[in-house]
Structures are given as C-alpha cells and as structure tokens.
C-alpha cells in the first residue's frame, strides 16, 4: 500500500506531460554514444528535468508573478531541449523518427505551458 500524499504539482497536466517527456529523453538518449555522457546525452537529459523541476517550484510560490516566472524558465527550458534534439539529428545520433515524435511531444507540452502562463499573467494584481 503507498502512503505517500501527493503534492499538488502532480496533479497539474503540465507537470505530467512534462514528467512523460523526461521519461521518453532518457530513453532515447541510451542510444547515443557514450563519447556523448558529459555533452548531450546530459544535457538532453537534464533540460526535461528542468521543465518539471520548474514547474514543481513555481507551484508552491504564493505570488502569481512568482508562479509566471517559473513557467518561463520551464519553457526556456523546453526550447533548449528542442534545439539540443535538432543538433543531434543534424550530428546523426538521432534518428529523424525519433526527433519528430520527441519534438511532437515538445509542441504539445509548449502549448500547455503557453496557457498556464497566459494563465497565471491574467490573473497578477
């Protein structure tokens, strides 16, 4: 039986959607070679990390211009991620199917960050 509460970022849409791309980067990049640990194998790995890590802290922010701020640093995050999968295909360690079923789920998950944010804008004092 699990008697962990849940936080209430997890309930979010967002932060799920931004959790299930992190799941799928990792997956990905075990394909990469190992001369890329220390370049962009971490550093694709960590920029979905930082779209929900992101999220999870502007979350818990009382001030709605805090919850803003955040929500666009995890989408400046989310940018880095795509532009991170454009190089690596240009590079051919990412497969084009790969990169386009990846970037689909960075367009669905830019949308969903765009209205939490437009969102969150709307309703500062």
């Not at 930082?50 to 802290?57: F, G, I, K, P, Y």
């Not at 532009?83 to 689909?104: H, T, V």
């Not at 765009?114 to 969102?119: K, Q, T």
Request: glycine share 4%; with cysteine; net charge positive.
């Amino acid at each position: 039986m699990n008697s962990r509460t849940e936080n209430p970022f997890e309930k979010l849409r967002v932060w799920q959607s931004a959790r299930q791309l992190a799941k799928a980067v990792y997956t990905t990049t075990t394909a990469f070679p190992g001369n890329e640990i220390y370049g962009l194998i971490s550093q694709c790995n960590r920029a979905p990390v930082s779209v929900a890590a992101n999220l999870a802290e502007g979350s818990s922010r009382n001030s709605r211009k805090d919850q803003a701020h955040f929500s666009e640093i995890a989408y400046g995050s989310l940018m880095e991620l795509a532009c991170l999968l454009i190089l690596s295909s240009d590079i051919g360690i990412l497969p084009a199917n790969s990169e386009r079923k990846l970037r689909d789920s960075i367009e669905q998950l830019s949308r969903q960050l765009n209205a939490l944010h437009r969102s969150q804008r709307s309703r500062i004092d």
